[in-house]
């Protein structure tokens, strides 16, 4: 079982739909969760940041934690096409030195 | 500009070379980091640095591999004898020190070994 996983996609959506991605992690303990988008080509770029369970919104976004379940996800509200790329989730894991962990990321196509 | 550069954006070179890239994080972040990706995969953590210290570097990296932050400032990755499965993107990310800190990165080195 991989650390951190997620489907690679495609993931294809209509333009103003939510887009739910989401992510497992098999650490228990793990204790910082990130959502990175990445654009073909370019770095990742910080989209979230969560650190406890529950709901965390800024602007369209939205994390969400469960760390009984052991997954995170991120929905993006009202998708507009330039939210096209690769969303990569990343945990730093408690028992790993405390290193950052990254899924493979999943591809989000948003169709105008 | 306060974010993470990175220079050069692109560097093509022949096999054998030794190339070197540099890394300038954000003024107050005490804690570097390299990474490469390659096409579809996630970053691949190769070393960090907590201020001058290198901290860490994974046993991945091979002998060629070599990295340094003299003044816990800027940082350069060198790499020696190039091979052309050392093509591709070179991150560097910076954070502050908490461990729970996000990483910030910049725009990436490109490597292509011919």
């Known amino acids: 079982q991989k650390e951190v996983e997620q489907n690679s996609g495609p993931l294809s959506v209509p333009e103003g739909a939510i887009a739910s991605l989401n992510c497992t992690y098999s650490d228990r303990v ?9 654009y073909s080509g370019k770095s990742p770029e910080l989209i979230m940041s969560i650190y ?3 709901d965390k919104e800024d602007g369209r976004f939205t994390a ?3 760390k009984a379940s052991q997954y995170v996800s991120l ?3 009202d998708s507009q096409p330039s939210d ?3 969303y990569l989730c990343a945990v730093i894991n408690a028992g790993n030195n405390r290193k950052l962990i990254w899924g493979l990321g999943t591809s989000l196509a948003v169709n105008p | 500009d306060t ?4 220079d050069p954006r692109h560097k093509i070179t022949k096999r054998g070379q030794n190339v070197t890239f540099r890394c300038d994080p954000i003024s107050e972040h005490n804690r570097l980091y390299w990474y490469r990706q390659t ?3 996630g970053p691949e953590f190769l070393t960090y640095f907590q201020n001058e210290a290198q901290l860490e570097k994974s046993r991945l990296l091979s002998d060629r591999f070599s990295a340094e932050r003299p003044k816990g400032s800027f940082s350069t990755l060198e790499i020696q004898r190039t091979e052309q499965g050392d093509s591709a993107m070179y991150l560097c990310a910076s954070s502050l020190s908490p461990e729970n800190s996000p990483l910030h ?3 990436g080195t490109r490597l292509t070994v011919t």
């Open chain 1, 30 to 38: 793990s204790q910082s969760f990130f959502w990175y988008r990445q």
């Open chain 1, 52 to 54: 406890s369970n529950g």
């Open chain 1, 64 to 66: 969400q934690l469960n």
């Open chain 1, 75 to 77: 929905l993006i509200r």
């Open chain 1, 84 to 86: 096209s790329a690769t």
């Open chain 2, 3 to 6: 974010g993470v550069s990175q």
């Open chain 2, 39 to 41: 096409l579809g995969q």
């Open chain 2, 105 to 107: 990165f910049g725009n």
